[in-house]
DNA sequence: CGTCTATTTGAATGTACTCAAAAGCGGTGG
DNA sequence: CCACCGCTTTTGAGTACATTCAAATAGACG
């Protein structure tokens, strides 16, 4: 049911007794969202943790003058959240909205701590989570300094195949950092 | 002594006892690296995590036509490694050396595996750490997508002064993402 | 079917790069 | 202690990559 993703998605690297999975559980919050919809505005306040049971969701910096800059995208299985906004209880730096209808489960920071507190074990998890997260950005920091648009292009498609298939090429251009219109003109090239 | 500020770095986040703190200390290795001593080669694996006592490091790859790309500077009081390689055994992606020299702590990963186990204190404070170190990197890049180079320059000399002390332009110019050249005639508007 | 947005195309522009060379600066050895 | 050497920084000219703006085409959705 419901909870089945979640919970095999921490199995990867903890092992919860059934009253550890129940307890957390019990603090999980099921949302649907609209395509289209917002999960989270830019500049409010970020009082949950995501996980996406299934749809895709976009996380999106917004500049004064309007510019966008994709922050990330997730898919099911993945977790997702402004992580600056909702660990320092700060106005977000982003906005999340639905690419498509999704379905999520939603966790509170006060009821994360409770988690922490009670299951240790949950920090080791979060720890191994932030830890890939971290991994991930430092990597997509070192292509975009050392790679020119076009191969950044190339082994994003190689790397997210299944976000390819549901999210825009505008979109994918300003995860990249270029405009649409310079995708496009590298795309032909292929 | 030479354990003090990491322990107080650890202090800021977890309240360890003194048996823990001792423990945690014996798994320690006093380094000294003079100026321009490479403490990790790219492509070597990476043994050890680090945590600096004074100095300057500085973490870069290397491309295949030779050009540098900084993903971070290290001075006193801040942890280093390369983590993808390091947590993952794999051939290190990035190349770590001394812009002057340096004292470190060494830490590996068997130890660091041995006190998660015995002190689930670390867990907590290592998901603390990484979950900056994923906040840091995540603000990079929204800063590298969404601003121009001269106000990216503008936000690292305000945002790191005491790096900006200790290393030079064209090391800046490669963590910024553009020549050392373009980095002259954006500090000449200035 | 009509509207809205995404995508493509092309022309003009600008930002940042390459290459070359001069100037500055720090370290080293005679 | 000073002269030289190597590297960093600056400067400038020419170039390339990527952007902006405008408009046409294509797709998605009600």
Same mark, same amino acid.
């Given at each position: ?117 009670? *299951?240790? =074990? ?5 720890? !191994? ?7 991930? +950005?430092? $990597?997509?920091? /070192? ?19 299944? *976000?390819? =298939? ?5 979109? !994918? ?7 649409? +219109?310079? $995708?496009?003109? /590298?795309?032909?090239?292929?």
């Amino acid at each position: 049911m419901q909870y089945d993703l979640i919970l095999s998605n921490i199995g990867k690297y903890v092992k919860l007794t059934e009253a550890e999975a129940s307890f957390f559980t019990s603090k999980l919050q099921l949302k649907e969202v609209g395509k289209k919809a917002y999960v989270l505005q830019q500049n409010e306040r970020c009082r949950h943790l995501y996980f996406l049971n299934s749809g895709t969701l976009r996380a999106f910096h917004l500049t004064a003058r309007g510019k966008e800059s994709t922050v990330m995208f997730a898919i099911a299985d993945w977790w997702i959240t402004d992580m600056y906004a909702f660990t320092n209880d700060q106005p977000s730096v982003m906005n999340i909205k639905a690419v498509e209808d999704s379905q999520l489960m939603c966790l509170s920071y006060p009821d994360l701590e409770l988690i922490w507190e009670k *299951i240790p =074990k949950f920090e080791k998890f979060f720890r !191994i989570l932030m830890q890939k997260a971290y991994v991930r +950005e430092q $990597l997509r920091s /070192i292509q975009n300094l050392s790679l020119p648009a076009t191969e950044r292009y190339d082994r994003f498609v190689s790397k997210y195949p299944a *976000i390819v =298939k549901k999210v825009t090429k505008k979109q !994918i251009a300003s995860y990249l950092g270029v405009t649409p +219109e310079f $995708l496009s003109t /590298i795309r032909k090239e292929r």
